[in-house]
């Protein structure tokens, strides 16, 4: 679909990987004021189409289809014929299925909780690769609400059974002003949220020829067709299992080893709940309906999420198993959280949705 990146998984094995935040329409506005948002935000022109419906023709909307196409909904457009401003069936089609992965009401017409949702930073992993709602298919879990829960990449990609000892490498961190040992920490204390609880072990090592995972921080285009955007939109993406790449978009306010709700500085974003989100993609997850779950493709600027919510918790064990300590009651928090500096147990109210779409087999997305 959309970016070179993500269709090109999706084309071969299927593996959305960017890492968009979307954070929750009830969340919005306290992040964008409408109409001021605080600098650019590469989605800030889709609130100019608020209203907009069915039969109208609207300049802005062939953007807005270019930005469907790349998260799932929309088939990309043939080279010959770009997409054009016309609201169409097929635009009436892509938005209802958006706003049922959303929980909003599926009208198919861009009312304003749907616009709010949709220019909200989030995992640049898509939500339907080749067709399918990775947010929403019958393959997924669902409560007796009929709600969807978490759900896999397309061909359920994971790590083999032979493979449960993980490492990870902090490979490109030239783009960032955030000194190594503090990306260290953060890290480790992403990956301590799955280990918690899924039987799964991480490691840090220096070599990145000795990883599995590689993690990295790029700025616009970084050679896989998934360019990064500049702050907001897309704030980060991930691989599914087993291609291990995680890239981070350099060009966000990105808070790491502080309190990010205390950050004086506009589109702060948590490093550390980006990375929580993403890592689910590595292993296998990709994005959930349910606002409150790590998976959630969005995420608030200003706000911190990094514990796993019941929907995550059963996604990563019905793939690994249970780590035989965890214990459902308690959150998955790790010693290290504790001993860190970062205020250990405020939640963030806000949604994360991290979406990660896995390719299967091959991971090109990002
Ligand atoms: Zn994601
Ligand atoms: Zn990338």
Redesign the pocket.
């Known amino acids: 679909m959309g970016s070179p ?1 993500v269709w090109q998984v999706a084309a071969v094995v299927a593996a959305v ?1 960017a890492f968009e935040a979307v954070l929750p329409a009830s969340s919005f506005p306290s992040s964008f004021p409408s109409g001021a948002p605080p600098f650019p935000n590469p989605w800030a022109a889709f609130q100019n189409l608020s209203g907009c419906h069915m039969g109208e023709q609207r300049q802005g909307l062939a953007g807005l289809k270019d930005y469907l196409s790349h998260f799932g909904y929309l088939p990309p457009p043939p080279s010959s014929s770009p997409f054009s401003d016309a609201f169409d069936q097929d635009l009436e089609a892509a938005i209802a299925t958006y706003q049922r992965n959303f929980g909003l009401n599926a009208t198919g017409a861009l009312d304003e909780s749907t616009v709010a949702q949709m220019v909200a930073p989030r995992c640049g992993v898509a939500d339907v690769i080749n067709g399918t709602s990775t947010m929403g298919r019958r393959s997924s879990s669902a409560d007796a609400h009929g709600r969807h829960l978490y759900a896999y990449f397309p061909g359920g990609p994971m790590w083999p059974p032979f493979r449960r000892d993980l490492k990870y490498a902090i490979t490109a961190t030239s783009a960032t002003s955030i000194d190594r040992a503090t990306l260290s920490d953060v890290f480790a204390r992403a990956f301590s949220r799955w280990a918690a609880a899924a039987n799964l072990q991480f490691e840090e090592t220096a070599s990145a020829s000795d990883a599995d995972i590689t993690i990295g921080f ?1 700025a616009g285009a ?1 050679g ?1 067709g ?1 360019p990064f955007d500049g702050p907001l939109g897309t704030l980060a ?1 991930a691989f599914s299992p087993t291609d291990g ?1 995680f ?1 981070l978009d350099a060009a966000e306010a990105w808070v790491a080893g502080s309190d990010v709700s205390r950050s004086s500085t506009p589109g702060a974003v948590d490093l550390e709940s980006v990375a929580v989100h993403e890592i689910g993609h590595l292993l296998g997850l990709g994005h959930s309906s349910v606002p409150d779950a790590i998976m959630y493709p969005t995420i608030r600027t200003g706000t911190r999420k990094v514990e796993l919510e019941a929907d995550d918790v059963q996604g990563i064990q019905s793939l690994y198993g249970s780590n035989p300590n965890f214990t459902p009651t308690s959150p998955a928090t790790s010693s290290r959280e504790m001993d860190s500096g970062v205020a250990p147990g405020f939640r963030p109210d806000s949604v994360f949705v991290g979406v990660v779409v896995a390719a299967v087999g091959l991971l090109l ?2």
Do not use: F, G, I, Q
């Open positions: 990146l990987m790029y970084h896989d998934e993406h790449r890239h997305a990002l």
